[in-house]
């Protein structure tokens, strides 16, 4: 485990691979670092550096007091590739994590060469759904939520098909903290990036899952709409957590993105 400590949280973080320009992996909310292990080998045989990282509130990362906001995930994100010396590099985020890479395109997007965002959205009201599910995970655990979780992230034929690859993901949304799915949970319940991500000029892919009943299709056509020039990618039968259910169509999607965008 390799962690630094950046702008008032101690961020757990994985660099792999040796030469080539790296691609930063941003997890969802209620996963780790771990949730990108599909893609790692794929990238890494094209010839990529690999940064992955627990979000603060996550994971082996801190949990500092929250709500947090979006803003203070991308200074989280820029702050870690600047304490590692990284000038430049390719965005993945996913869901939470493509909100943190919106929000790092509109203000740093000198700063990468592309950005990918998978089963994202700009806004994602109403506020009081946020709240309720705040509220039930503060009272009642992350065990409360676990099962309607992975029914919005799985089709029910990637829930029966991937028993052995949904363990790992299963674990990691009963151990994050309760505090820190709270805090980042606020920063999703606060957010509205409609109008902001309009700014955006950086090479953009907006992935969906084609069933993704969180983050719709039409959330992606959104952003796909705001952010001029971007490409779209809707990948057939997955949903939320798409770059597990179809980890093919996923890495070749973003691999053929990367490679244009060098």
């Known amino acids: 485990m390799s962690v ?21 992996l941003c997890n969802s909310l209620a996963s780790t ?42 200074a989280d994100a820029l702050g870690l590739i600047d304490v590692l010396g990284f000038e430049k590099i390719h965005f993945c985020g996913l869901s939470l994590g493509g909100m943190t890479g919106q929000r790092f395109a509109t203000l740093h997007g000198t700063r990468l060469y592309s950005l990918t965002l998978c089963a994202t959205a700009a806004w994602m009201g109403p506020p009081e759904l946020w709240e309720a599910r705040i509220q039930q995970v503060l009272a009642h655990g992350m065990s409360s939520v676990v099962e309607a979780t992975l029914q919005r992230w799985f089709t029910s034929a990637g829930l029966a ?24 949970g606020a920063a999703i319940r606060d957010m509205d990036q409609r109008e902001s991500i309009r700014a955006i000029t950086t090479p953009t ?43 093919g169509a996923f890495n070749s999607g973003l691999l053929s993105f990367l490679q244009r965008h060098g």
Do not use: F, K
Request: a negative charge; charged letters at 15%; aromatic letters at 4%.
């Open 33 to 74: 670092l771990a949730m990108w292990a599909p893609q790692v080998p794929a990238l890494l045989a094209a010839g990529y550096r690999v940064l992955r990282y627990d979000t603060r509130g996550h994971g082996a990362s801190s949990v500092p007091p929250g709500p947090y906001t979006i803003d203070q995930l991308a």
């Open 4 to 24: 630094l400590h950046i702008n008032g949280a101690s961020l757990n973080y994985r660099l792999e691979g040796d030469t080539g320009p790296v691609v930063m």
């Open 205 to 247: 892919l907006i992935i969906a899952g084609a069933l993704d009943p969180g983050t719709t299709v039409e959330h992606a056509r959104q952003l796909h709409t705001a952010i001029e020039g971007s490409e779209l990618l809707i990948i057939p039968e997955s949903q939320h957590l798409l770059n597990l259910e179809a980890a």
């Open 161 to 184: 098909r991937m028993e052995t690859e949904l363990a790992p993901i299963r674990e990691g949304i009963l151990h994050t903290p309760p505090a820190g799915y709270a805090a980042c």
